[in-house]
T-cell receptor, first 109, second 115 residues
């Protein structure tokens, strides 16, 4: 089992749609979790951290289920500018990050 | 503003050339920096952890004699790809973290193309 698995997509949605991405991780001792966004040929940028209680930042909601080792990201009211690759990132222990391959989102008008 | 500065952003050079990439932490002193590599349509893969004042820790399969890392100060780490070959062509990105379990902030990345 891969350390961090994501559905690669692509997810093609119209503007205004709600879209959800899922991610599973293999190391049950993982301590911290993040969603990053990566635009084509650019560096990853932190979108949000993911907390056990779930957290929301504007149109973005992240959820963590430690029992199922599952992380999700929900994007509401999709914008054209949301088109990017979304990386699920897990920190098993200490400071090294493990990246998923990413889920590609394409929002069209 | 930017937390991490990486330079150069793009390098094209002949096979056999050595290439140095710099990574600077702008906002805080970083005892640890990370070097990643990303091939097209692949995930970021950690190459090594750069430790200020001591040897870098390399991931399995990464040749330490080929990818030389120097972390001489709390704000600067360098990665030198020695005698680069076409298979070394990739996107190299550095990052810094403010501590354990904290998110990492990435440099702009260096796109290396070896002819």
């Amino acid at each position: 089992r891969k350390e961090v698995e994501q559905d690669p997509g692509p997810f093609n949605v119209p503007e205004g749609a709600t879209v959800a991405f899922n991610c599973t991780y293999s190391n049950s001792a993982s301590q911290s979790f993040f969603w990053y966004r990566q635009d084509c040929r650019k560096e990853p940028k932190l979108l949000m951290s993911v907390y056990s209680s779930g957290n929301e930042d504007g149109r973005f909601t992240a959820q963590l289920n430690r029992a199922s080792q599952y992380i999700s990201l929900l994007i509401r009211d999709s914008k054209l500018s949301d088109s990017a690759t979304y990386l699920c990132v897990v920190n098993p222990a200490g400071t090294a990050l493990i990246f998923g391959k990413g889920t590609t989102l394409s929002v069209s008008s | 503003g930017a937390v991490v500065s990486q330079h150069p952003s793009w390098v094209i050079c002949k096979s056999g050339t050595s290439v140095k990439i710099e990574c600077r932490s702008l906002d805080f002193q970083a005892t640890t920096m990370f070097w990643y590599r990303q091939f097209p349509k692949q995930s970021l893969m950690l190459m090594a952890t750069s430790n200020e004042g001591s040897k870098a820790t390399y991931e399995q399969g990464v040749e330490k004699d080929k990818f030389l890392i120097n972390h001489a100060s709390l704000t600067l780490s360098t990665l030198t790809v020695t005698s680069a070959h076409p298979e070394d062509s990739s996107f190299y990105i550095c990052s810094v973290s403010q501590g354990a379990n904290q998110p990492q902030h990435f440099g702009d990345g260096t796109r290396l193309s070896i002819l």
